[in-house]
């Protein structure tokens, strides 16, 4: 390709700044999106754990008024006989009277009180103390009791199955006690959005009210006193707004990514456009100075050669004859371009008309190697032809096929320095024939071998200065040979020289051939390749 002048250097310059423009600030603006998402995500779930946890404590704080009211309600028979002076098995009977949940009454003498604990429950202390054994799963829970003199006697109480108290309680601890509990922070309606459970020894779930909506945020707080060994776990219920606040952080950081993302592959894409664009504008320029020297440069060849041989100002019959020859030469060069460039502007307005018909591959290169041998020789090539008979039909035009051979054929002429030596063979492949062109030139370099079949390219390297071309040959041949359903293939290296294949589908023996505006094209009689 020619070298980019210097002011498309500068555009392209610019072209980049526009995209690093809009590419670094989406980058920057979704980075800093995606930060602060994450910044008020984090807080927001901080402060529910945070609520959550206060919550459960909450919980497990009610458990023990739950059982200080149920102690109340059920003392007062007892007080009274202990008030009374009546002796342990009294209080005990009384105990018994008394005893609404609890069914083992029990009284603990003052000399005994140390060996429970105490527990200051709403200004009042409440006993317990763990029952004794391994197999023994009830606590005693008990309120002081005093004598006639306001002597302390020892605690009057009960023992009960905590696990069996703690779900018999749980429920109205929860619904009912917890949001209408003023003291807790976020009031009533938090609390009814939250998912509480009661866990067991081993962490397994007992007892629930409303279902958790994701496990993040949920806090598990163990209980204490008379319910060690339990634990409570708080999470926003399924539809709480914390569930939606978190679900909607995923959703708006997925957001920020794609329009962060969408943003800098459109600018990119942008970029690459307006590059390929400007490197467009570049080639076409150059292929109107290409087409402008081709075509001046014939013209006034033989313009001068025709003057010469009008005003006989030559001195021999072969001098004469060598003006005619190169009128010839000059006039069949000007005539394959004439015919590219007219071939190249009707595929590219979609006007071009095929006439497909069962072609015989062979016959076709053939011809074209034999209209195009005495250029060949003249340039002092050795030409080798293995064109096996036999070959089964194939599905092509055939005066688009020699066009294509012809231009395969007028490249190797073109790019071959000292070893001028030209291979052209057919042969049938699977469900295909093909056509190759060899020749021992300069070759084309791996990089450059997909751009060399684009519209106007035509590679920096080698004798492309000193041969006459518009870089549109091998575009022509590849969309040619596209049309006809087949496939260009190349082989090359630098140096060494380039296989160029033309593959193509056999037809299928129905083919009718089919009418088209290239009857009416004009440049069909006088083609080189037909005449
Ligand atoms: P043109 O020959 O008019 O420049 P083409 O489309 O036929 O345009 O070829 C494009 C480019 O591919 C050429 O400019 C040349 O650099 C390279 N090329 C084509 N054929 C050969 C070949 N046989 N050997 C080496 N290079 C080739």
């Known amino acids: 390709m020619a070298a980019p002048s210097p002011g498309a250097r500068v555009s392209r310059r610019a072209l980049v700044l526009v995209g690093l423009g809009v590419a670094l600030p989406a980058i920057l603006l979704a980075g800093l999106g995606i930060y602060l998402t ?14 959550n946890s206060y919550i459960a404590l909450q919980v497990g704080e009610a458990f023990e008024r739950e059982l200080l009211d149920e102690l109340r309600r059920s003392i007062p028979p007892a007080e009274t006989a202990a008030r009374s002076g009546a002796d342990t098995a009294a209080v005990i009977e009384a105990l018994r009277a008394g005893a609404r949940e609890f069914s083992a009454p029990h009284f603990v003498p003052e000399t005994e009180l140390p060996g429970t604990t105490g527990l200051i429950v709403e200004s009042t202390a409440l006993l317990y103390a763990r029952g004794e054994g391994a197999r023994d799963v009830r606590t005693f829970a008990g309120l002081l009791l005093r004598g006639p003199e306001g002597q302390m006697l020892g605690a009057g109480g009960w023992w009960f199955d905590p696990r069996r108290f703690l779900l018999a309680h749980f429920e109205e601890v929860v619904q009912d006690r917890l949001p209408e509990n003023p003291r807790l922070y976020g009031g009533i309606v938090s609390t009814r959005r939250l998912s509480v459970a009661l866990l067991g020894s081993f962490g397994e779930e007992l007892l629930r009210v409303r279902q958790p909506g994701n496990s993040r945020n949920a806090q598990v707080e163990p209980l204490s006193g008379p319910f060690e060994g339990y634990a409570v776990r708080v999470a926003p219920a399924l539809g709480a707004p914390a569930v939606w606040v978190t679900r909607f952080f995923g959703l708006m950081i997925a ?22 664009q400007l490197e467009l504008a570049q080639l076409k320029s150059s292929f109107v100075s290409n087409v402008t020297h081709e075509l001046k440069t014939p013209i006034a060849l033989i313009r001068l050669a025709a003057e010469t041989l009008e005003l006989r100002r030559f001195s021999t019959p072969e001098e004469g004859q060598a003006f005619l020859g190169g009128i010839v030469r000059e006039t069949h060069r000007l005539q394959q371009l004439v015919d590219n460039i007219l071939d190249f502007a009707r595929l590219e307005a979609g006007q071009a008309v095929f006439r497909f018909e069962a072609v015989d591959l062979r016959a076709v290169v053939e011809e074209t190697v034999e209209n195009f041998r005495p250029r060949l020789e003249q340039q002092g090539f050795q030409v080798e032809l293995d064109l096996p008979e036999g070959l089964p039909p194939a599905r092509g035009d055939a005066v688009m096929l020699q066009h294509c051979v012809l231009n395969l054929l007028d490249n190797a002429l073109k790019y071959s320095r000292t070893r001028r030596e030209v291979r052209v063979s057919v042969e049938a492949r699977d469900g295909a024939v093909a056509a190759s062109v060899t020749d021992r030139g300069i070759g084309i370099a791996p990089a450059d071998q997909k751009r060399v079949f684009e519209k106007f390219v035509r590679v920096e390297a080698g004798l492309v200065h000193d041969v006459k071309g518009a870089g549109l040959g091998l575009s022509l041949v590849q969309q040619i040979v596209r049309a006809h359903g087949g496939r260009v293939e190349l082989e ?18 129905t083919e009718a051939p089919r009418r088209g505006a ?5 440049t069909d009689p006088g083609r080189e390749t037909t005449s």
């Open 38 to 51: 994450l910044r008020i995500a984090r807080a927001v779930e901080d402060e529910s754990a945070r609520y």
């Open 492 to 509: 090359s290296s630098p140096g060494e020289g380039s296989t160029f294949t033309l593959v193509l589908p056999l037809a299928d023996g």
């Open 518 to 522: 290239r009857d009416a094209r004009p």
């Open 255 to 276: 957001f920020i990514g794609i329009m962060g993302l969408a943003t800098v592959v459109a600018a990119l894409a942008g970029l690459r456009y307006a590059a390929r």
